[in-house]
């Protein structure tokens, strides 16, 4: 286990509908990270979020949006589905936001869009 | 621009066979970092290990081992005596010290299956 939680494990919805995933970090890491895997292209890095902060963008679709909270928890939002965006979705958390610390991963959030 | 190249698609051996996992990674920068992460059938990410490019002492935690080259640019993984339970995708990863690229960029991945 590695500290990190994520909420839901998995998630079917339909195209054009909106969700909203949830990361919990370890405790004491001040940095989220998001990363979406699937079959045609990878393990890619979205964004990153430090003490509230946006920290780095990636590869995240403007249809995509992210945001940290107060409390260090982070929600991936993902609006306008399409069927492309069936992935599995990571969160990562780090001590620092440099980018060069060890990143723990969730469990991942599985999207299916129908 | 970071490049991680993990060219063995998938492995297949037979249990208590020893096998290593290739990575080659590309980047500019003097300062970076890479890493192992495993994926079991279950799906989560685990981490195995970091190493910094100024620390290029081989590495062994039980029958895990990792040779770092910076001359080759290669970062390899060894299983010593596979077991069925070692069965999955790795990736090996790098990240960097630069402002607008703090994340990890990972290879595509090796999948080892373990035959009992």
């Known amino acids: 286990d590695s500290g990190v939680t994520q909420t839901p494990k998995h998630l079917i919805t339909a195209t054009g509908q909106r969700v909203t995933l949830r990361c919990s970090p370890r405790s004491g890491d001040l940095s989220v990270y998001w990363y979406q895997q699937s079959l045609d292209q990878g393990l890619q890095f979205l964004i990153q979020y430090y003490n509230g902060e946006e920290r780095a963008k990636g590869n995240i679709l403007e249809r995509f949006s992210a945001q940290q909270f107060p409390d260090l928890h982070s929600e991936l939002n993902l609006s306008s589905l399409e069927l492309g965006d069936s992935a599995l979705y990571f969160c990562?958390?780090?001590?620092?936001?440099?980018?060069?610390?060890?990143?723990?991963f969730g469990p991942g959030t599985r999207l299916t869009v129908l | 621009a970071q490049k991680v190249t993990q060219a063995q698609t998938e492995i297949s051996v037979v249990e208590k066979e020893d096998v290593t996992l290739d990575c080659v990674y590309e980047?500019?920068?003097?300062?970076?970092?890479l890493f192992w992460y495993k994926q079991p059938p279950s799906g989560e990410l685990v981490f195995l290990i970091r190493?910094?490019?100024?620390?290029?002492q081989n590495e062994i935690s039980g029958r895990y081992s990792w040779n770092f080259q910076k001359s080759t640019s290669s970062f390899n993984f060894t299983i010593t005596a596979s077991q069925v339970v070692d069965s999955a995708v790795y990736f090996c990863a790098l990240s960097v010290m630069d402002t607008g690229r703090r994340a990890l960029t990972f290879g595509s991945g090796t999948r080892l299956q373990v035959q009992p």
């Open positions: 990562a958390s780090s001590v620092d936001g440099w980018g060069t610390d060890t990143q723990y």
């Open positions: 190493r910094n490019s100024f620390d290029e």
């Open positions: 980047t500019r920068d003097t300062t970076y970092y």
